[in-house]
């Protein structure tokens, strides 16, 4: 919105006696503010959402499904739990019990298992957690870097750099795998590891579920109707606010069918993530996904409402439609 627009605004508002247009403007000068520059507004007030706008914002059944996939603090690691290698640079975080440097060249590929926790002294004067790691006849320390107590109760096992919790592969792998799913994102990958541009919104079935890469600890092998193999990475984070996860990645049912009043137009813009004024907010989150944070407050004569995102991206809306936004 303009700073004229605004001024228009204002001015209709002359007709009002003098406090209401003082307490309408403390509630429309945020947002206005908010349309004419896109920065943060730390005064505008937050309202509770209405019924509808929680139910369009409540977890996802994509997302109830991973919560099932979750990390275990330090503490209740079982010996022998087990660790797959991504990378080779996880030797640079590893040493042996004897302190000296493990080769990278051995490692990649191989699988660690837990041997159990120790403490060290630090130059501080505390004592930090040391994880010990199996690998064949080698026993390998990753220093954890936090007091030993505490890394007991938050040292999480999806933690280790470039190092997959096996436990939460299996556990995923046993929720998708033989599923079919339609994808959400259009970024997959060849046999080759390579990324190119597939199709969202359209049906494949998961092969497996495979250790993934330094960057995501996953990734999930799946063929389409074609009889096409590629894969997509993979974060655990049951969130659609988590980058890759398995809600931004999959539907569990076709999106069509749940959405039947949404134009084939439309459609088109949600597969490519694209926006355009006048769609719905259910609309604008199947293209976006969920905001990270939501303000909300009203004019004098309409319900307004600020989504805006961790990559930048912003949407304002005038009773529940998409009227401006930055993307």
Not at 298 to 319: C, E, P, V
């Amino acid at each position: 919105m303009k700073f004229y627009d605004s001024l228009r605004i204002v001015a209709r508002m002359t007709g009002l006696n003098f406090i209401k247009q003082v307490f309408r403007l403390s509630l429309i000068i945020p947002l206005l503010t908010l349309g004419a520059c896109f920065t943060g507004v730390e005064s505008t007030k937050k309202i509770a959402l209405s019924k509808a706008d929680r139910k369009i914002l409540q977890p996802s059944a994509e997302e109830l499904l991973m919560n099932a996939v979750t990390p275990q603090p330090l503490g209740k690691w079982a010996q022998g739990k087990s660790f797959f290698i991504v990378s080779d640079r996880a030797a640079m975080l590893l040493h042996t019990s004897g302190g000296g440097e493990v080769n990278g060249a051995d490692i990649e590929g191989a699988i660690l298992s837990f041997e159990g926790v120790t403490d060290s002294p630090a130059p501080d004067g505390t004592r930090k957690a040391m994880i010990m790691l199996r690998g064949g006849d080698r026993l390998m320390v990753f220093d954890t870097g936090r007091e030993y107590n505490d890394a007991l109760q938050h040292f999480m096992s999806d933690r280790l750099p470039m190092m997959v919790d096996v436990d939460m592969l299996t556990a995923t792998d046993s929720l998708i795998k033989g599923r079919t799913l339609w994808t959400r994102s259009a970024v997959w990958n060849d046999a080759d590891g390579q990324r190119y541009e597939g199709r969202k919104f359209v049906p494949v079935t998961v092969t497996a579920v495979l250790p993934g890469s330094a960057a995501f600890p996953a990734q999930v092998q799946f063929r389409d109707e074609n009889g096409q193999d590629a894969f997509m990475f993979l974060n655990f984070g049951a969130s659609s606010g988590d980058s890759r996860s398995f809600a931004d990645l999959f539907f569990l049912t076709d999106p069509k069918l749940r959405y039947p009043k949404i134009t084939a137009h439309v459609w088109q813009l949600i597969q490519h993530g694209a926006l355009e004024a006048g769609m719905t907010k259910e609309e604008a989150k199947l293209s976006l996904g969920n905001p990270d944070e939501v303000m909300a407050g009203h004019d004098y004569s309409q319900t307004l409402d600020i989504w805006r995102y961790n990559d930048g991206s912003m949407l304002r809306f005038a009773d529940g439609l998409l009227i401006d936004f930055r993307h």
